[in-house]
């Protein structure tokens, strides 16, 4: 039974990384004089790393006139990393990172519905706490019975750690969650913990291979893909569905007989 849904935030509440970690992680190299520019394409390959201060030391391997020293590149990457967290919280400040369509309505029908809400993310606390404000209203954590950021899941996604510790902060079984994701990452995490996954194609993984998931769609006002369900857009009826047969999907793959 659908007892919790699991929202991945990067890509999937809401556009966060091309107009802002994107942006933010610029400022912080001309902030600190590093002749480096990320722009979409090259973000959009780099994405492929989870966690931003893996991302950038990802980069600095191969980065014109970064230390050669490992240590070094390990403190520049927390510097750089430390820089753009404060640039981040500056461009979400300014409420300019909308949620993804659909959202706010399902996240409304989920708490009226008395489904818990929780939060599995590669992102730090830091950039949570700036951007939900915006997206929930001041009250965000009223919302959410959990979130399970980069502080507390040391290893990122694709590992399964984060929706693990979700799973144990919600008290819940992983058959009595869904996930929802943007990214083969993150639909592997969610896999991997045992939660059935619906993805929302996100910008950056627009054309990516989402085998796995219980369904895949544009957002969750464009259920375009969602034909075999007859939806026109993700409600909390249609949320129920995906569960139940991403389950008996999973449950039929795991059947030893
Ligand atoms: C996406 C990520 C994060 C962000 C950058 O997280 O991989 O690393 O790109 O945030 P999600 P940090 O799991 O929400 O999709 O710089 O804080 O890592
Ligand atoms: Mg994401």
Sequence with gaps: MLRAVIWDVDGTLAETECDGHRVAFNRAFAELDLPWHWDVSTYGRLLRVAGGRERLLAWIDTAPSAPQD?????????????????????????????????????????ARAGIALAVATTTGHGNVDALFPHLFG?????????????????????????????????????DDALAIEDSPAGLHAALASG????????SYFAHEDFSGASHVCADL???SEASEHGLARIDLPALRRIHAGGRAKLDSDSDPG
């Design 221 to 223: 006002d464009h259920a």
């Design 70 to 110: 490992q240590m070094a590149r390990e403190r520049l990457a927390s510097t750089v990393h430390q820089h753009k967290a404060r640039h981040y919280h500056d461009l979400v400040g300014q409420g300019l990172i909308a949620a993804r369509p659909g959202v706010i309505r399902v996240s409304e029908e989920l």
């Design 195 to 202: 939660v059935c996954c619906l993805v929302t194609r996100g």
């Design 138 to 174: 001041a009250r965000w954590r009223d919302r959410f019975a959990a979130a399970v950021c980069a502080e507390d899941a040391a290893r990122k996604k694709p590992d399964p750690q984060v929706y693990q510790v979700a799973l144990a902060r919600l008290n819940l079984g992983e």
